[in-house]
C-alpha cells in the first residue's frame, strides 16, 4: 500500500459521531488501541466500531457490510488508515478461526486474510510493520499486509492465563517454571530487526502466586500472593525486590494486575467488583524490605464486609491495628461483568472500563485519598 492509497483511505475526523448510536444491540468482545492510542476498536458480536481515544466519538458509519461480518473477537485499526484487523470467533459461521483478515473499511470489503493451517489463532498483535499470531505452541511473525512469515518463536504455552505481552519495542512473554519461578522472554523488534530472544528469571519470595504482570516498558513486574494479600514488585533485570505492598492477613482473589503507561501506579482487580490503585515508589529500591514475611497465612479467619460506605479496603484498615498495611491510592466498586480494563494511554491518571453489554465508563482518580475514583464519562449502546 503506497502514500496515495493510505491518503485515500484515511479516515475523515470532520464526520465522527458520538457514541450514540441505536444501530443494534450487540456484545463486546474485546476492545484494542491502534499503534499511536489514537483509536480504539471494539471486535462486537455484529462487526466491529471504532472511536477516536480523545473524544470517544465514532470513526465510521454503521454500514451493513460491517454488521454482516459476524461475531468478531478481536478488532484492531492499522494506524491511521482504513485497515481493520479482525480475528473471528469460533461462533463465527462465515470465517474459520484460524484466519485473520484485513477489512478496508473505505471500499467496505476484505482486503486480504492469512491462515493458520495447523492451529487455532488465540490472539494477535500488531507492532510497527510486524503481526504477531499468537497460536496454542508458537508465536508467528509475520510482514504487515504481506503475511509473509518473518520468523516463528516455539515452545511457549499461550492458554496459561498468566501470561502478559508487551510489544512496543520488543515483544515479552511471562509464563511459570516452578512454584517460585517466573519466565520473561524478551523478542527483540528493534528497527524491525528480528532479532534473539533474551530470558529472564525471576525468583519470588511466595511459594505461590496468584496472578502476575510485566510493566509497559519490560522493567518491573508484579506478582500477587496465592491468596491475594501480598503484592510484590521485581526488577527484572536484577530480579531484586522493589517494593513490597502488604494488604492485611484476609484472603482475597485477585483476577488481574495492571500498570499505568508510566508504570507509577499499579491497579489491582479484585472478583468482588473493586479495584485498588497503589503508588509505586519512583526511587531506585535495590535493598527492599519485605514487610509481608513476617506474617504467616495460615489460620486466616476470612471477614465479610456488610458495611458499603466504606468499601472493602476502608472496612479491614478500619479494624486494623497493623500499621504495616498498605493503604491504596484510591479505589472503586462497581457493578456487572466487565472485560476490559486499562489505564487511558493518553492521561495516566484515567482508567477505562468496558462491560460486555457495550457500557463505556471511564474513571478519574485524584493524587489524594482513599476512595477517589469516580466515573465521570459513561455510554451505554441502547
Known sequence: MDENDSAENAIDYNKLKPWNSRDCTVIVNSIRYNQDFSLLTLGTSKGYKVFLTSTLRQAHEPTAAVLNLGDINIAMTYCKSSLVFLLPSRYNKQYEFNEIIVFDDFYQTKFASFKEKTEEILNFFISNNLIYLITLSKILVLEILSFKIIDIINNIN???PLLSFNFCDFIAYTELGDKKKIFIKYYQNNNHKISSLIKKTINSKFEYMQTFQLSPDGNLIA?????GNKLHLYYTQTGKLKECIFLGQYIQTIEKLLFSEKSNYLLSLKNDNTFNIYK????????????CEKYSDNNITVQTNNDKNVGIMG??????KNKDIKDPHAFAEFEGNKIFLDFDRTQNKEIILIKENGKFIKYRFKKTATGSINPYISFQWE
Not at 509505586?280 to 514487610?291: A, G, L, V, Y
Not at 472496612?315 to 486494623?320: A, E, I, N, V
Open 223 to 227: 506478582v500477587a500472593s496465592i491468596f
Open 315 to 320: 472496612y479491614f484498615r478500619k479494624l486494623s
Open 158 to 160: 499461550s492458554i496459561e
Open 280 to 291: 509505586i515508589n519512583k526511587e531506585q529500591q535495590d535493598n527492599s524490605i519485605c514487610i
